[in-house]
């Protein structure tokens, strides 16, 4: 096992700076991915303290094997590495739901160990039993641990299309939900405020486990809609405190450190992503957020008349614009079609015609999907603006293109109390003197099951296609 100089005596100087060094890395990285300029150099700030808190801990703590601790991070790497490069770009959510679920699973098997052999982690009072902090911590670290991985489980087999994405819906869910919460809290103290705590009184720590998994699975199968991106925020902040718990177990600075900096940034940007959509953190972990069984795409919809056009059509009036606003959605990135999106910019911007991209707080499936997207395709970064940036230009705008988005332009978000989306705020494309949406058909609703006026005005032309197949044969239309 590995432990801090702390469990047996002062701590190493050298080996407080180098975890401080390592925080500061950890704390620049967090700045640098901030903004899509500076994500890379953030990432490689990351890395960098990361090494250094793990050469750290490898070189300066007791390790019982450090062969096989070579070999698991060896694999690891390996493992990693091959995903990375494997991975699609539309698979990057589930992704990364996945990947919380290891983080959370890793801090349940740790409180595990040391609930079954405390002496290794320097946990044991005199008197022979786990220390009643070392218990809070323990059950903590396992308790959030538990239901991110149960939470980020669910969060992958919705992101992947492996379980429906709708809300489902469960009686009394949040009577359940309350009790099992409070019912985990209710037994961490029992536990801590026990007599004895070994294995042998073991039920008691492995119930919470158990109700912990069973909350975490609550939690999500009502979430669904356009509230995934929240989902993920928020499972991202668990992972953080979980690690943080298991820090303080472990003795560890550097997991305190790194789990309490994920943790809070998580929680940052879950209330970013909430204010986005004009709603209250606790409305979507309750399952607020698309939870009406009534509404959405279960119902029929009257057919309304739309206009379509084609390739040809679209290419001849975007060459006819003076400023044009793109903005991307989750259909363009399950057709790959960020590639193709710039060189029609790029063409466009030969001539003379201003181009710039609309993004969304919440469009695809998890913070930032967009940005990602473009920056992969190598979109200025400056041509890219955020919501409240752009929404008054819509006004002055010739042309407002959208590219696999809905849920994110529908104006029933303003218009109409009743709907799932209702409050969010929505880019105002209705000002717009021209309007192409591009989708697969007129039979999709967006992930929310919402039906969207915007396909039905008169400024709008339906472009009915595969996104990147419609883009391509609209720059050949202007070549």
């Known amino acids: 096992m590995v432990q801090d100089a702390a469990a047996h ?17 950890f704390i620049l990285a967090l700045r640098g991915l901030s903004s899509p300029s500076t994500s890379r150099t953030g990432n490689r700030f990351g890395m960098a303290g990361m090494l250094i808190a793990v050469a750290t801990t490898l070189v300066t703590h ?6 096989e601790i070579g070999i698991a991070i060896f694999l690891g790497g390996i493992i990693g590495f091959s995903i990375a490069r494997r991975i699609a770009m539309t698979a990057m959510p589930e992704l990364v739901a996945a990947f919380h679920s290891l983080v959370g699973l890793a801090a349940v098997l740790v409180a595990a160990a040391a609930f079954l052999n405390p002496g290794a982690f320097g946990i044991l009072e005199e008197s022979g039993n786990i220390s009643s902090v070392s218990r809070i911590e323990m059950m903590l670290g396992a308790a959030i641990g538990a239901i991110t991985f149960s939470g980020s489980v669910i969060a992958f087999a919705k992101l992947s299309g492996r379980m429906s994405g709708s809300p489902i819906l469960l009686p009394a869910r949040h009577i359940i939900n309350l009790g099992t919460l409070a019912a ?3 037994g961490t103290a029992l536990y801590a405020m026990q007599p004895t705590a070994g294995a042998g009184e073991g039920w008691l720590f492995w119930a919470i486990v158990a109700a912990a998994f069973v909350i975490g699975f609550l939690l999500i199968i009502p979430i669904g809609g356009a509230d995934m991106p929240v989902v993920v925020s928020m499972l991202n902040s668990y992972s953080g405190w979980a690690a943080a718990a298991m820090g303080f177990t472990l003795g560890n600075t550097a997991m305190i450190i790194t789990g309490a900096l994920v943790g809070s940034s998580g929680a940052i940007l879950s209330y970013i992503m909430c204010r986005a959509m004009n709603r209250s953190f606790i409305s979507v972990i309750a399952g607020g957020f698309g939870a009406d069984a009534s509404a959405g795409g279960g119902e029929a919809r009257e057919q309304r008349p739309y206009k379509t056009g084609s390739a040809a059509d679209a290419a001849f009036m975007l060459e006819q614009a003076e400023k044009v606003i793109i903005i991307p ?16 910019a790029d063409m466009l911007e030969e001539k003379g015609i201003e181009v710039k991209f609309a993004i969304h707080p919440v469009a695809g499936r998890m913070p930032g999907h967009m940005n990602v997207l473009l920056a992969e395709a190598n979109v200025s970064y400056d041509k890219v603006f955020e919501l409240e940036d752009i929404n008054s230009e819509f006004a002055q705008a010739d042309v407002a293109f959208i590219i696999g988005a809905n849920d994110v332009v529908n104006p029933a978000a303003k218009t109409d109390k009743s709907s799932p989306i209702y409050g969010m705020p929505v880019f105002d494309v209705d000002k717009a003197k021209q309007v192409f949406f591009i989708k697969r058909s007129m039979g999709g609703v967006g992930y929310a099951g919402v039906d969207n006026d915007v396909f039905y005005m008169d400024q709008t032309m339906m472009l009915l296609s595969d996104a990147k197949k419609m883009v391509e044969e609209i720059v050949k239309a202007m070549d």
């Open 184 to 186: 985990i809290l209710a």
């Open 62 to 67: 007791e390790v019982a094997n450090i062969v």
């Open 329 to 344: 959605g989750y259909g363009m990135a399950v057709a790959q079609a960020q590639h193709a999106l710039r060189e029609m």
């Open 9 to 25: 005596g002062p701590v190493n100087p050298w080996v407080a700076l180098a975890y401080l060094v390592a925080g500061v890395f």
